[in-house]
């Protein structure tokens, strides 16, 4: 079975050099730069991978470089398309199962698997991504970054959305729900992640991406798109604008201690979820509690990026990329 696989990248330096390593050689690789310093197009060439460079003053977006990927891919015949990031390996044993599962059910234009982080002790930030990519096995809204896809079904919608900074493949696979095609977490080991977040800097930006992403996503897609977007906007809205708004009037108008009982909501709220996390899905209770933390405080970083979005749409300016990695892992 003739296979395409595109790995984009900027700057991942060791993490880029395990993910070419781990790519079948029998598989047309195309490797797409973002305008890296670090070394990663001589070692892609190298490596034999087919190398495409976004020019130089590019506004680098995934969505962009995903889309050079699939151009670079026209002349061949191949009917699936894998799609990887950089800093993350492919499992040796993904491409079987997620053909197998796309060519069992012709309806299916896209199909991902286990994303695990590669060292999800070396912090709490690096844990939590690993919990965020362990959804549920079965029909899913969307997939993320990894992903076997239907190469009819890309063409059909016409790629990724190089205008989009983040979100990118929720907006793909809203367009490929509406022309009725079907997207599938199946039970499977797909790809090992390297987050590389040890600073609480690097979760902050990383969480205000995707409160510009949820922001964007809500207002291009309406009604139509995905529910959770709006129940994102509406939750962050209420818990990092509503109620610290209305914290400082009741501060003002009855005194301190009124503010102080309803600023008392918000560890309230953290006690609530991860009591709710605990339970539905058996975490020890340690991360539990850090998961409540971060999901609540991470309402006001989502603020921040989704106040970035609307500027951008309201002024007409381009919003550059808002990156929280940094260029090398920081580990031998």
Same mark, same amino acid.
């Given at each position: 079975?003739?296979?395409?696989?595109?790995?984009?990248g900027?700057?991942?330096?060791e993490?880029?050099?395990?993910?070419?390593?781990?790519?079948?050689?029998?598989?047309?690789?195309? &490797?797409?730069?973002?305008?890296?310093?670090?070394?990663?197009?001589?070692?892609a060439?190298?490596?034999?991978?087919?190398v495409?460079?976004?020019?130089?003053?590019?506004?680098?977006?995934?969505?962009?470089? %995903?889309?050079?990927?699939?151009?670079?891919?026209?002349?061949?015949?191949?009917?699936?398309?894998?799609?990887?990031?950089?800093?993350?390996?492919?499992?040796?044993?993904?491409?079987?199962?997620?053909v197998?599962?796309?060519? +069992?059910?012709?309806?299916?234009?896209?199909?991902?698997?286990?994303? /695990?982080?590669?060292?999800?002790?070396?912090?709490? &930030?690096?844990?939590?991504?690993?919990?965020e !990519?362990?959804?549920?096995?079965?029909? +899913?809204?969307?997939?993320g970054?990894?992903?076997?896809?239907?190469?009819?079904?890309?063409?059909?919608?016409?790629?990724?959305?190089?205008?989009?900074?983040?979100g990118?493949?929720?907006?793909?696979?809203?367009?490929?729900?509406?022309?009725?095609?079907?997207?599938r977490?199946?039970?499977?080991?797909?790809?090992?992640?390297? +987050?590389a977040?040890?600073?609480?800097?690097? !979760?902050? %930006?990383?969480?205000?991406?995707?409160?510009?992403a949820?922001?964007?996503?809500?207002?291009?897609?309406?009604a139509?798109?995905?529910?959770?977007?709006r /129940?994102?906007?509406?939750?962050?809205?209420? !818990?990092?604008?509503?109620?610290?708004?209305?914290?400082?009037?009741?501060?003002?108008?009855?005194?301190w !201690?009124?503010?102080?009982?309803?600023?008392?909501?918000?560890?309230v709220?953290?006690?609530?979820?991860?009591? %709710?996390?605990?339970?539905?899905?058996?975490?020890?209770?340690?991360f539990?509690? +850090?998961?409540?933390?971060?999901?609540?405080?991470?309402?006001f970083?989502?603020?921040?990026?989704?106040?970035r979005?609307?500027?951008?749409?309201?002024?007409?300016?381009?919003?550059?990329?808002?990156?929280?990695?940094?260029?090398?892992?920081? %580990?031998?």
């Amino acid at each position: 079975m003739s296979i395409g696989i595109i790995a984009i990248g900027r700057n991942e330096g060791e993490r880029l050099k395990t993910c070419l390593q781990s790519l079948p050689v029998d598989a047309q690789r195309i &490797y797409v730069d973002s305008g890296s310093t670090d070394g990663s197009v001589a070692f892609a060439k190298a490596h034999g991978a087919e190398v495409v460079t976004l020019p130089p003053g590019t506004r680098f977006t995934a969505a962009l470089a %995903r889309n050079a990927g699939l151009t670079a891919l026209t002349a061949t015949d191949s009917p699936y398309v894998q799609v990887i990031d950089g800093d993350c390996e492919l499992d040796g044993c993904w491409i079987d199962a997620a053909v197998a599962a796309l060519t +069992a059910d012709p309806g299916l234009a896209v199909v991902f698997g286990r994303r /695990r982080e590669r060292f999800p002790d070396a912090s709490v &930030y690096n844990r939590l991504c690993d919990d965020e !990519w362990n959804v549920p096995v079965g029909l +899913a809204m969307s997939c993320g970054g990894d992903a076997l896809f239907r190469r009819a079904a890309l063409d059909a919608v016409g790629g990724y959305n190089p205008e989009l900074i983040a979100g990118e493949e929720p907006d793909l696979c809203q367009r490929l729900r509406e022309r009725g095609w079907q997207v599938r977490r199946i039970d499977a080991e797909m790809t090992r992640h390297d +987050a590389a977040m040890t600073r609480i800097g690097q !979760w902050w %930006r990383r969480t205000e991406r995707s409160g510009h992403a949820f922001a964007e996503l809500a207002w291009r897609h309406g009604a139509k798109g995905d529910p959770h977007w709006r /129940r994102e906007m509406r939750s962050m809205l209420v !818990w990092a604008v509503g109620l610290p708004i209305t914290v400082l009037l009741a501060a003002v108008l009855f005194g301190w !201690w009124a503010g102080l009982a309803l600023a008392a909501l918000y560890p309230v709220q953290v006690a609530r979820i991860a009591r %709710r996390m605990q339970r539905a899905r058996d975490l020890d209770p340690h991360f539990a509690r +850090a998961l409540g933390f971060f999901l609540v405080a991470g309402k006001f970083a989502q603020v921040k990026g989704a106040m970035r979005y609307h500027w951008r749409r309201l002024t007409g300016s381009r919003a550059g990329l808002i990156e929280y990695k940094g260029t090398e892992p920081q %580990r031998s």
